[in-house]
């Protein structure tokens, strides 16, 4: 199995608009509501069948004029739309080349390729570092003429601000709600596969990536005689033990499953490409601060943050929302700031960039759903001043689908936008070209959140309905956009 940086992110790379956007005025933008047509919103969303609420805008890219909306000022939870901030956030504060850097320390004097002290992994926040490149930083080190090591092995992750986990309302087992740390590896998953052999199964947790899958020993995980909860978690200071329910499994298969403790998870695979070179490490520890005399030894950088925002806009990774926004933060202010905090501020920040909106974030990915925003407030932020000349470009290309569900043809390349999804929750918003050339910001939120908030108690990662109601809110999508970019 093949798993780049990229397969990890699931999914291939996509093309993205290269159109050219003037500048808009700088003033705020809300004006009274003009007809693009005769409001066919509302029929169309009268028919979606959707419960809950609907709120949908389209507005000129370049002026901020409204052309048609509904429920424009209802406020809703924007999910994964929110990357869009996060991504202008982190490329305004740190800058488009900015990269998350990934060192090896020497603490003590190097003689004949001795390290008579101390060896530190030491993270930046790089929230995209995958094993393979652990693998090289390792052969860097045996470049760099390090053959042994007389001291401990120490692993640094203070670069950020240390959390649990993004959302401690979503089920422990979900690999899409991590934890974040200075230092991460594969997204700060680990990989459990399973298989039948005989009448019981053998289980693996490794570290896999494109070229290699190291196994690791500080995710555990045993194989429990029930039906109910298929997973639990106990957290056993530097082990992060899993069971899962035997009914679960079938005769083969495997998932991710979240890291809790990514530091000693990454000090843990690093070691094995050390020992693979000869220089033979001892278990990793957690140390609070690095030596102000230690040495560089060896480093890698992540790729350039445009890069970052780009694949974070397509494949809507948590963990590099989390990490680019706690950096970007921490880069204007000097300080390290908690989840909480650090999007408020970036929420104030959005207000001041365009003209005023006043959006709520519980967190830089949208994973949270008590996130607030209108429709009117996301299409201002889109058309604000120099917004979309950044956003535009690494947004995900949307194929517009006909009533079967087949993309249309002619439509391809007309729409660039950023998805945003939870149970009962369903998002889209960004950019489009319509029938007469004009280029056009659009917004599509739709939520039930009575539905969501009862499907979380039903404990399950799809509660009842969900499926059928998400299905509804994105074939009302591609039906707007339909209307949008060509008439029908």
């Known amino acids: 199995m093949h798993l780049t940086r990229r397969a990890m992110l699931v999914g291939a790379a996509s093309s993205c608009a290269t159109a050219t956007w003037a ?24 028919t979606s069948g959707l419960s809950g609420d609907v709120g949908a805008v389209l507005a000129d890219a370049q002026t901020g004029a409204i ?21 202008l956030y982190a490329l305004e504060h ?72 993004i959302d401690d309302s979503q089920l422990d087992h979900l690999g899409y709600n991590p934890t974040i740390s200075g230092l991460n590896l594969n997204f700060n998953r680990v990989h459990f596969e399973w298989k039948r052999e005989g009448g019981d199964y053998a289980t693996f947790m490794d570290a896999r990536s494109d070229n290699y899958r190291p196994v690791v020993t500080t995710s555990r995980i045993r194989i429990a005689d029930r039906d109910d909860p298929v997973f639990t978690y106990r957290d056993l200071g530097q082990v992060d033990q899993w069971t899962v329910a035997r009914t679960a499994l079938n ?5 991710w499953l979240p890291v809790r403790h990514p530091a000693l998870y990454a000090g843990e695979v690093f070691a094995t490409f050390a020992r693979s070179h000869g220089i033979r490490l001892s278990a990793p520890k957690e140390i609070e601060a690095i030596p102000a005399d230690a040495t560089q030894v060896a480093a890698i950088q992540s790729e350039p943050l445009t890069e970052m925002m780009r694949a974070m806009m397509r494949y809507s990774t948590n963990i590099t929302a989390e990490a680019a926004g706690l950096a970007a933060t921490t880069a204007q202010t000097g300080q390290k700031w908690g989840l ?25 990915s949208g994973l949270g759903d008590s996130a607030r925003i209108t429709p009117a407030d996301m299409a201002q932020f889109l058309t604000a001043p120099d917004v979309a000349q950044t956003l535009h470009p690494i947004m995900k290309d949307i194929p517009v689908r006909d009533n079967a569900g087949d993309a249309i043809a002619a ?20 950019y489009l070209r319509a029938k007469d050339g004009r280029q056009l910001a ?41 209307h949008w970019t060509s008439g029908v």
Not at 71 to 81: E, I, L, N
Not at 103 to 111: L, W
Not at 415 to 430: D, E, I, M, R, Y
Not at 457 to 477: H, M
Request: glycine residues 12%.
């Open 251 to 255: 005769n083969a298969g495997s998932r």
């Open 23 to 46: 500048d808009a005025p700088s003033t705020s933008r809300r004006p009274i509501v003009r007809p693009f047509s005769d409001n066919m919103l509302v029929p169309l969303i009268a």
């Open 411 to 430: 439509l391809q390349g007309a729409v660039q936008a950023k998805t945003g999804t939870l149970n009962f929750v369903s998002n889209l918003a960004g």
């Open 67 to 87: 052309l048609e909306s509904y429920g424009a000022d209802m406020h809703q939870p924007p999910a994964s739309v929110a990357k869009a901030f996060t991504a």
């Open 442 to 482: 659009f917004v599509i939120f739709a939520s039930d959140m009575a539905a969501r908030e009862i499907g979380k108690l039903e404990g399950g990662e799809r509660p009842t309905g969900a499926r059928r109601w998400n299905r509804k809110a994105r074939d009302l999508q591609h039906r707007l956009l339909r």
């Open 94 to 165: 740190l800058g488009p080349q900015y990269q998350f850097e990934t060192v090896v320390f020497a603490d003590g004097s190097i003689s004949g390729g001795i390290l008579d002290g101390n060896l530190i992994l030491a993270g930046g926040g790089d929230p995209n570092l995958v094993t393979d490149q652990l693998a090289d930083l390792a052969q860097r080190l045996r470049a760099a003429g390090i053959t042994q090591v007389t001291g401990d092995f120490c692993v640094w992750d203070d670069a950020l601000t240390n959390l649990d986990e």
């Open 340 to 364: 909480r905090a650090s999007s408020a501020r970036m929420a104030r920040w959005a207000g001041r960039r365009a003209g005023g909106i006043g959006p709520q974030f519980a967190d830089h």
